[in-house]
């Protein structure tokens, strides 16, 4: 078990990075849009779908590629505190913890899947 390398900070800046602008292209969206219904089923699908998934896909990559860590308890509601106040509100808090679970157990199957592998000759 390791606290982090290089690697996953730039994974971690990475997964910040991409979870700033998602809410900006929807709240962008949502500014010149006509349809609330529109933008209301945009933002639960970012809530619900989008910001899962990338979560779990950068969990597991970091899982792969350097094993376990458990930086990625945190690492997912940390990135998503700052989009959270910028463009939705607090109660939207909860779902940075279930981000945050979702991405340690993606995290955890990776860094399973990590030491497993053969190594290398």
């Known amino acids: 078990m390791r606290w982090a390398t290089k ?10 990075g991409i ?12 500014r010149v849009s006509d349809s609330m219904e529109i ?6 699908l970012i809530l619900l779908a989008i910001l899962p998934i990338l979560a779990m896909a950068f969990g597991v990559w970091d899982g792969v590629k350097e094993g376990l860590s458990l930086l990625w308890l945190l690492a ?8 959270m106040y910028l463009f ?6 909860i779902y940075g913890v279930g981000y945050s679970l979702l991405g ?18």
């Open 104 to 121: 340690f157990g993606a995290h955890s199957v990776g860094a399973f899947i990590h030491a497993r592998r053969v190594p290398r000759a």
């Open 39 to 44: 933008v209301k089923s945009l933002v639960f």
């Open 7 to 16: 690697s996953t900070w730039i994974r971690i800046a990475v997964l910040f």
């Open 76 to 83: 997912p509601f940390v990135c998503f505190l700052a989009p």
């Open 19 to 30: 979870y700033l602008l998602v809410p900006a292209v929807w709240f962008s969206f949502s």
């Open 88 to 93: 939705l509100n607090d109660s939207a808090l």
